[in-house]
């Protein structure tokens, strides 16, 4: 049974930056399709961004060119990295994998349906 570990999350003033990590314990996730998601409350899952077999990434409009996401495939885990915070990116942070899947790993980031998820990991932003 795939398990996957969350970390990094915590409070963080405005204009600052936390690494979230996933961690993915006893695969090997080359051909993996890797992503985060986050939930805010009061409101519905988003994508955040996903990372495909190849490291190719793609992100939701609304952190391109804050947040970066990345794989290291022999540690078995993931990151992502988010500069530049603000209050609207207070959420519970999910990261979700599937291996080998049927479509294109970005069409998950607006559809969400990876196989497996985390428990969440809380990012709040504030002052």
């Known amino acids: 049974e795939v398990q996957l570990v969350e970390s990094g999350g915590g409070l963080v003033q405005p204009g600052g930056s936390l690494r979230l990590s996933c961690a993915i314990s006893?695969?090997?996730?080359?051909?993996?399709?890797l992503g985060w998601f986050r939930q805010a409350p009061g409101k519905e899952r988003e994508g955040v961004a996903t990372i495909d077999r190849y490291g190719n990434p793609a992100y939701a409009d609304s952190v391109k060119g804050r947040f970066t996401i990345s794989r290291d495939n022999a540690k078995s885990t993931f990151d992502l990295e988010m500069n530049v915070l603000n209050p609207e990116d207070t959420a519970m942070y999910y990261c979700?994998?599937?291996?080998?899947?049927?479509?294109?790993?970005?069409?998950?980031?607006?559809?969400?349906?990876?196989?497996?998820w985390g428990q969440g990991t809380l990012v709040t932003v504030s002052s």
């Open positions: 006893g695969y090997t996730i080359n051909r993996w399709c």
């Open positions: 979700a994998v599937e291996d080998d899947p049927p479509r294109p790993c970005s069409w998950y980031l607006v559809d969400g349906k990876l196989e497996v």
